[in-house]
């Protein structure tokens, strides 16, 4: 089983509908948890953070971590053709050591 | 968030020469680097990690004597590609982590093509 694994895709919206992400990990240990979006030929940015069970929003975005299921996601409200991107999911067990899961494209429609 | 600075962003070589890349944490001291490449269409996987002062740490299938690492200090390590060939060109992606966050921040990447 991968430590990090995310739907490829590619996931497609239409504009200003809600796009939800999801990404599954296999280490218990695992404490913190990030979603990254990444432009394609560019460096990944941070969109969200989460660290403890429930929701976490911020703006259109909202991460939902939940421990006992090895589950979070990210949902994306109001989507917008420039939310269109490769989301990656991301986790650290220490040392700021991030793993990554394969990142899912989604592409919203105008 | 916090910045990392990634330099150069492109880069063109011949193969067999080498080809160093600088990693800057312009507002923080940077404890802990990482080093990522990315083939098109993949993720991200990460090549090893360095501590300032102390040897970097390789995955598994990487090249410590191909893909040389320095972290002197707590604002700069470089990544050199020594003796490049066509397979080497990806885009390589540097991270730097804290003592103060648990996230870690990513510098703008450097795209390498060896021809």
């Known amino acids: 089983q991968k430590e990090v694994e995310q739907n490829s895709g590619p996931l497609s919206v239409p504009e200003g509908a809600i796009a939800s992400l999801n990404c599954t990990y296999s280490d218990r240990v695992s404490q913190s948890f990030f979603w990254y979006r990444q432009y394609s030929g560019k460096s990944p940015e941070l969109i969200m953070s989460i660290y403890s069970n429930g929701d976490k929003e911020d703006g259109r975005f909202t991460a939902q971590l939940n421990k006992a299921s090895q589950y979070v996601s990210l949902l994306i409200r109001d989507s917008q053709p420039s939310d269109s991107a490769t989301y990656l999911c991301?986790?650290?067990?220490?040392?700021?050591?991030?793993?990554f899961g394969k990142g899912t494209l989604l592409t919203v429609n105008p | 968030g916090a910045v990392v600075s990634q330099h150069p962003s492109r880069v063109i070589c011949k193969s067999g020469t080498s080809v160093k890349i600088e990693c800057r944490s312009l507002d923080f001291q940077a404890t802990t680097m990482f080093w990522y490449r990315q083939f098109p269409k993949q993720s991200l996987m990460l090549m090893a990690t360095?501590?300032?002062?102390?040897?970097?740490?390789?995955e598994q299938g990487v090249e410590k004597d191909k893909f040389l690492i320095n972290h002197a200090s707590l604002t700069l390590s470089t990544l050199t590609v020594t003796s490049a060939h066509p397979e080497d060109s990806s885009f390589y992606i540097c991270?730097?982590?804290?003592?103060?966050?648990?996230?870690?921040?990513f510098g703008q990447g450097t795209r390498l093509t060896v021809v």
């Open positions: 991270s730097a982590g804290s003592n103060m966050n648990t996230e870690a921040f």
């Open positions: 991301a986790v650290i067990k220490n040392n700021y050591k991030l793993t």
């Open positions: 360095s501590n300032e002062g102390s040897k970097a740490t390789y």
